[in-house]
């Protein structure tokens, strides 16, 4: 039986790193996205390879995301993978300098777009059962707290929790859950996050050496393709660059 595995927000980076690393393999994707022209012709160079069906979707849109996934053709019924990785941080001043509509736009993507696109197809990761798994894409900012990372952290710090609940309740049916939590990874995630600022996004990873999208392509693939037994429940990785300094002590 052919493999299948959901993406959301393969149009850069991560997801787009796995929809590469997945359709290699031979696996059926389905792929989604807001950028239409990008989407589609991902889909259209990787159906040279596999079976794709993209979806047009904002995940933060329920009533589509649930139009959409029920829509799904036949070939669809059954899901090996799950990658829940549409995200986003946007800004990282202060708290008290920050607009409340990025901090809603944060939490209605990578809390309630993670939250309707895990509900809506658990039944088809159940109907595959053994071997199914849904794979989580946190940070370390949902580990570790830094200046500016506010609501971004707190999403994540939920992505934690929720897929250790998940694993909970979806005890029996075979389908399995990790969050991985990378650092610092080369992507537009940093030109979202500073409104399209070059030169801020070139002075985040100068001299860096950071992670890239296909590295964490690759770990996941890994993840998806343990033995049906093995359930990989979280797994951070950073740079080797990356680590962390102390506490800081603000002194009258
Ligand atoms: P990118 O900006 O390259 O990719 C983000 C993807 O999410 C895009 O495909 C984008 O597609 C999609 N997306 C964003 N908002 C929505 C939405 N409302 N509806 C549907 N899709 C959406 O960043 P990364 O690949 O780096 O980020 C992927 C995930 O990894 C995010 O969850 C991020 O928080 C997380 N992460 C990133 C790290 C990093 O350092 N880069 C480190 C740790 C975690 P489109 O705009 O076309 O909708
Ligand atoms: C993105 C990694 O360190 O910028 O989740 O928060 S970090």
Redesign the pocket.
């Known amino acids: 039986m052919t493999s299948t595995v959901f993406i959301?927000?393969?149009?850069?980076?991560?997801?787009e790193a796995c929809a590469r690393r997945f359709a290699q393999a031979g696996w059926s994707l389905v792929l989604?996205?807001?950028?239409e022209e990008?989407l589609n012709a991902l889909c259209a160079e990787l159906s040279k390879e596999t079976l794709v069906h993209g979806l047009v979707?904002?995940?933060?849109d329920r009533k589509a995301m649930e139009q959409a996934i029920a829509g799904l053709p036949p070939e669809f019924d059954k899901l090996t993978g799950l990658i829940n990785?549409?995200?986003?941080?946007l800004g990282a001043d202060p708290a008290p300098k920050c607009d409340l509509d990025d901090w809603d736009t944060m939490v209605d993507?990578?809390i309630k777009?993670l939250m309707y696109s895990t509900r809506l197809l658990l039944p088809r990761l159940i109907a595959h059962g053994r071997g199914a798994s849904i794979l989580n894409?946190g940070?370390?900012a949902g580990d570790y707290p830094y200046p500016g990372s506010h609501v971004y952290g707190g999403t994540k710090a939920f992505v934690k929790q929720f897929s250790l609940s998940l694993r909970c309740d979806l005890q029996g049916t075979g389908v399995r859950v990790t969050n991985i939590e990378?650092?610092?990874?080369e992507?537009?995630?940093s030109l979202?996050r500073f409104g399209g600022d070059q030169a801020r996004y070139d002075a985040t990873y100068a001299g860096a050496e950071p992670l890239q999208?296909q590295d964490i392509a690759e770990t996941i693939f890994w993840v998806l393709n343990q033995p049906p037994h093995v359930n990989i429940n979280s797994l951070e990785l950073m740079p080797v660059s990356q680590a962390w300094s102390g506490f800081s002590i603000h002194r009258k």
């Open positions: 959301t927000g393969a149009t850069s980076g991560f997801g989604t996205g807001r950028r990008r979707l904002d995940v933060r990785n549409a995200g986003l941080a993507t990578n777009g894409v940070s370390v990378p650092g610092l990874c992507s537009e995630f979202v999208p």
